[in-house]
């Protein structure tokens, strides 16, 4: 079974190597390398042309925006592949050596599967392990119909890197439509078209390294309003392609989107309740001002306990109301005796506690992880 990986680059030069070499270095060996330079600037033409045994096409700049010009990228490169099975890959990660023969294994199978999909494992820019596995998935057998029972669209899908397709669904809906969703890439539409008329696995094994670093796309929905409008078109998406595809649409509300997140079902009550009523004249903030900490807020908020507000390292939430509590640094708390944390940043829980701990604060007596023990 011929495997086909198909990876998008643009100006990201100093991971290539690795990256193909991730893929050149795979267990499984029937596999071809498409990649498509979208008119880089820097100097990836050059290391591509290293390599021997790939097929590169190199185009200028396709000038629509991220997440157009990464669509145009994967469709350039789908129909230059002849794989059974399609890989996706960014140019900024790369895969784990028995990745590939793992997916390739499953399809055979496996044969009624047309997706699968998996967490990575995050590195840093010099692809050290960061300690957390991403995005958070809630373990779904039936897609389609989870997501009009519950109307949510959120801890469903992974991202680019971590996506396989077999070929027969790729042909049925590509080209994607060029449109006005400027924060809706090239994953989040396929996987929603996925759930809509296909048949998705998840392997809860991260296959393939994400690398964090200054220059992803992603890191901008860290951004408060940029967040609301990503959400505002992830359901105009869906409810598009569900009723092209003869389905209903799907409502969205704050509280609903809330309460169907990874954080609020996971979430102990008494657990934080005991933490909080043991001191209850201290002053108690949940560090993370994003989905999780929102999602923990909101399930508590009701529980006649004092919450002051968040904490969060991203300055671009610091100083901003979120559900009206106010967001501050975690260095304005820092030597503070008055303070307790309730940690709501699943995936970086140990890399918080050890800050924590680094400023004197201790375990269970100033911060704990709000959520139900494994």
């Given at each position: 079974?011929?495997?086909?990986?198909?990876?998008?680059?643009?100006?990201?030069?100093?991971?290539?190597?690795?990256?193909?070499?991730?893929?050149?270095?795979?267990?499984?060996?029937?596999?071809?390398?498409?990649?498509?330079?979208?008119?880089?600037?820097?100097?990836?033409?050059?290391?591509?042309?290293k390599?021997?045994?790939?097929?590169?096409?190199?185009?200028?700049?396709?000038?629509?925006?991220?997440?157009?010009?990464?669509m145009?990228?994967?469709?350039?490169?789908?129909?230059?592949?002849?794989?059974?099975?399609?890989?996706?890959?960014?140019?900024?990660?790369?895969?784990?050596?028995?990745?590939?023969?793992?997916v390739?294994?499953?399809?055979?199978?496996?044969?009624?599967?047309?997706?699968?999909?998996?967490?990575?494992?995050?590195?840093?820019?010099?692809?050290?392990?960061?300690?957390?596995?991403?995005?958070?998935?809630?373990?779904?057998?039936?897609?389609?119909?989870?997501?009009?029972?519950t109307?949510?669209?959120f801890?469903?899908?992974?991202?680019?890197?971590?996506?396989?397709?077999?070929?027969?669904?790729?042909?049925?809906?590509?080209?994607?439509?060029?449109?006005?969703?400027?924060?809706?890439?090239?994953?989040?539409?396929?996987?929603?078209?996925?759930?809509?008329?296909?048949?998705?696995?998840?392997i809860?094994?991260?296959?393939?390294?994400?690398?964090?670093?200054?220059?992803?796309?992603?890191?901008?929905?860290?951004?408060?309003?940029?967040h609301?409008?990503?959400?505002?078109?992830?359901?105009?998406?869906?409810?598009?392609s569900?009723?092209?595809?003869g389905?209903?649409?799907?409502?969205?509300?704050?509280?609903?989107?809330?309460?169907?997140?990874?954080?609020?079902?996971?979430?102990?009550?008494?657990?934080?309740?005991?933490?909080?009523?043991?001191?209850?004249?201290?002053?108690?903030?949940?560090?993370?001002?994003?989905?999780?900490?929102?999602?923990?807020?909101?399930?508590?908020?009701?529980?006649?306990?004092?919450?002051?507000?968040?904490?969060?390292?991203?300055?671009?939430?610091?100083?901003c109301?979120?559900?009206?509590?106010?967001?501050?640094?975690?260095?304005?708390?820092?030597?503070?005796?008055?303070?307790?944390?309730?940690?709501?940043?699943?995936?970086?829980?140990?890399?918080?506690?050890?800050?924590?701990?680094?400023?004197?604060?201790?375990?269970?007596?100033?911060?704990?992880?709000?959520?139900?023990?494994?």
């Open positions: 079974m011929l495997a086909s990986v198909l990876i998008n680059n643009y100006n990201y030069a100093p991971y290539l190597t690795e990256c193909i070499q991730s893929v050149l270095d795979q267990a499984y060996s029937d596999i071809e390398i498409i990649v498509y330079d979208d008119g880089s600037t820097d100097n990836s033409l050059e290391i591509l042309s390599f021997k045994n790939i097929k590169v096409i190199s185009n200028s700049n396709y000038g629509k925006g991220h997440c157009l010009n990464q145009n990228a994967v469709y350039q490169a789908f129909k230059e592949s002849t794989g059974e099975v399609v890989f996706l890959l960014d140019s900024d990660d790369y895969f784990k050596k028995e990745k590939v023969e793992k390739i294994n499953l399809f055979k199978e496996h044969p009624n599967i047309d997706v699968i999909q998996h967490p990575l494992e995050e590195v840093d820019v010099n692809g050290i392990s960061k300690g957390n596995i991403v995005p958070v998935l809630k373990n779904i057998q039936d897609y389609k119909n989870y997501i009009y029972q109307e949510s669209l801890h469903l899908f992974s991202t680019t890197s971590a996506l396989v397709f077999k070929r027969s669904f790729l042909e049925n809906v590509l080209p994607l439509e060029e449109d006005k969703f400027s924060y809706i890439a090239v994953d989040t539409r396929l996987m929603q078209l996925s759930a809509l008329s296909a048949s998705i696995f998840t809860f094994e991260p296959l393939t390294y994400y690398r964090k670093h200054g220059e992803n796309d992603s890191g901008k929905l860290g951004d408060i309003s940029q609301r409008m990503y959400t505002k078109e992830l359901y105009s998406f869906f409810n598009r569900a009723v092209k595809n389905h209903s649409s799907i409502s969205y509300s704050y509280d609903k989107y809330l309460e169907n997140t990874y954080f609020y079902h996971n979430l102990s009550k008494e657990k934080c309740v005991q933490f909080i009523m043991k001191n209850p004249e201290k002053e108690y903030f949940i560090w993370g001002a994003g989905e999780a900490g929102q999602s923990v807020y909101h399930a508590l908020k009701n529980s006649g306990l004092n919450l002051q507000g968040f904490i969060d390292s991203d300055e671009r939430k610091q100083n109301l979120v559900m009206d509590k106010e967001v501050l640094s975690p260095s304005s708390i820092y030597g503070e005796n008055n303070i307790c944390i309730l940690v709501s940043p699943f995936h970086s829980y140990e890399t918080i506690a050890t800050i924590l701990k680094n400023q004197n604060y201790i375990e269970n007596e100033h911060f704990i992880s709000p959520y139900m023990e494994d």
